[in-house]
């Protein structure tokens, strides 16, 4: 076995996608092992891989680690995306508990039924716009550096940039607004790791097309 963690999901965004992110913004090389079929998330239930016979699952340091939030927990603090001190990462985990909700919102949308999603792109486009960005935008004001907590690049900084670029998919002037958004959008795209991530090739996921949604339903049903 290699020493680089390996991501068991499937092959798309959910809720690995920002288990990617860090990882690729620490610097961290990773392997996926993709789950293509109901039979294959079967497979790793009984094997006893899966604690709450649920993915995502991440294979590191000798663990098989589940649930999203310890995973991200886990890489930030072992590669110092965590803050430096109690208070720090207290803001971090308020920060990023709002948005791990937009992000759910965000997500959620291409696996709706055609009738809900209407109403659920107004939702989110609202909550987005007078919500969650307005806090950030103030955030980055009473703050004044160019991170969100510290003065250094943490797990906050890099699931709001993620984010933003899937609001921007579904409205592409949502921070027409929020200038030190749209300022913080451009500084962290240039975080070395985080521009190489950006490109093309790299493994961040496009978002589902239609065509594959009934296939990645199946997993789970």
Do not use: C
């Amino acid at each position: 076995m290699s020493g680089k963690p390996k991501l068991h999901y499937f092959n798309g965004r959910g809720r690995m996608e920002p288990i990617r992110w860090l990882l690729a913004a620490a610097g961290v090389e990773f392997e996926e092992s993709y789950l293509e079929k109901k039979d294959d998330l079967t497979k790793l239930r009984k094997d006893g891989s899966l604690l709450f016979q649920q993915v995502p699952m991440v294979e590191i340091d000798g663990m098989k680690m589940v649930q999203t939030r310890a995973i991200l927990n886990y890489i930030a603090t072992k590669y110092n995306l965590y803050g430096k001190d109690l208070k720090e990462r207290a803001l971090i985990d308020m920060y990023v508990e709002g948005m791990f909700d937009l992000n759910d919102q965000l997500m959620d949308y291409d696996y709706l039924p055609a009738d809900k999603k209407e109403q659920h792109f107004a939702n989110m486009m609202d909550r987005a716009t007078n919500r969650y960005f307005p806090a950030f935008e103030k955030v980055l004001k009473d703050h004044g550096q160019d991170f969100l907590v510290g003065n250094q690049l943490s797990r906050a900084d890099v699931q709001l940039l993620e984010i933003i670029l899937m609001a921007e998919e579904f409205k592409p002037d949502i921070l027409a607004k929020f200038p030190l958004l749209q300022s913080f959008k451009a500084r962290i795209s240039n975080v070395p790791a985080i521009k190489k991530f950006l490109q093309p090739g790299s493994q961040r996921k496009a978002r589902e097309p239609p065509e594959n949604v009934p296939k990645v339903l199946a997993i789970f049903e």
